[in-house]
């Protein structure tokens, strides 16, 4: 149960992080807005320019300074051109959106190194528990066949397949999901509007869809990938075990 608690948990971490993708278009539209409900403020209130050089005029947005071109006069600044701030922002994105991009990548390699301790810990675990339970089932199933019309004993030992295999299956569901929600982060990445942003941020989502396309899984010791896929090549080799057992005791 802990086991199983541990991944459930390593689950919830890539959806957090998927969750944090999707809102990046989000804090993208409030700093928008932030920035041009500003600028018309210090267009009329708070503009100051550079005196003695012709560099463009500079607003002061607190500890920020954003650059604006000086298409009109003085006089007629009171309205802002969104097609040249759009166009600024391109080349230079808002400082919240790059330290928040700048995290999530800290937080997805924390956790994708929480992944790496918890397979080093639990893939003994893993092995000795698949191998058992495997054999287990195993020997329940042709204890059925043995049994099979005799009412007293065949429930007994398809509720111990039942139980056997029971263990492998939940571990084997949940290491499914962290796969399939590891592998969601690029799907979330490539969806949000990078195509609007400057090539830092360009940069900052490629590394993320990279790195998303190889699965974060746990193993057996890199014996088993734990996932649904090698619990159903464990019911292929129950049933092969079975049936030479089943042959052997026929001849």
Not at 35 to 63: A, N, Q, W
Not at 130 to 146: G, H, K, N, T, Y
Not at 170 to 178: D, P, Q
Request: aromatic content about 12%; some cysteine; charged content about 20%.
């Amino acid at each position: 149960m802990t086991i199983a608690a541990m991944m459930v948990h390593i689950s919830a971490q890539f959806a957090i992080l998927c969750t944090a993708l999707e809102d990046v278009d989000k804090i993208t539209s409030v700093s928008e807005e932030k920035m041009y409900s500003d600028t018309r403020k210090l267009f009329g209130r708070e503009t100051t320019s550079l005196e003695g050089t012709d560099d463009p005029e500079v607003i002061v947005l607190g500890s920020q300074e954003w650059k604006v071109i000086q298409t009109r006069r003085a006089t007629d600044c009171n309205t802002v051109d969104m097609d040249l701030q759009h166009n600024e922002r391109k080349n230079e994105d808002f400082p919240e959106l790059t330290c928040y991009l700048a995290n999530f990548v800290q937080y997805h390699q924390a956790v994708i190194e929480f992944v790496a301790d918890v397979d080093k810990a639990v893939g003994p675990i893993f092995l000795v528990c698949f191998f058992i339970r495997q054999f287990l089932a195993c020997v329940m199933s042709f204890q059925v066949a043995l049994t099979w019309g005799q009412d007293n004993n065949i429930l007994k030992f398809i509720f111990g397949f039942l139980g056997s295999m029971c263990s492998p299956a939940i571990f084997c569901w949940y290491g499914t999901a962290i796969i399939q929600s590891s592998l969601e982060l690029q799907r979330a990445a490539y969806e949000c509007k990078w195509y609007q942003h400057s090539q830092i941020l360009k940069h900052y989502m490629l590394m993320i869809i990279v790195r998303s396309q190889k699965p974060v899984r746990l193993s057996a010791c890199q014996f088993y990938v734990i996932s649904l896929q090698t619990f159903g090549k464990m019911i292929n080799t129950i049933y092969a075990y079975f049936t030479l057992l089943k042959n052997q005791y026929e001849n």
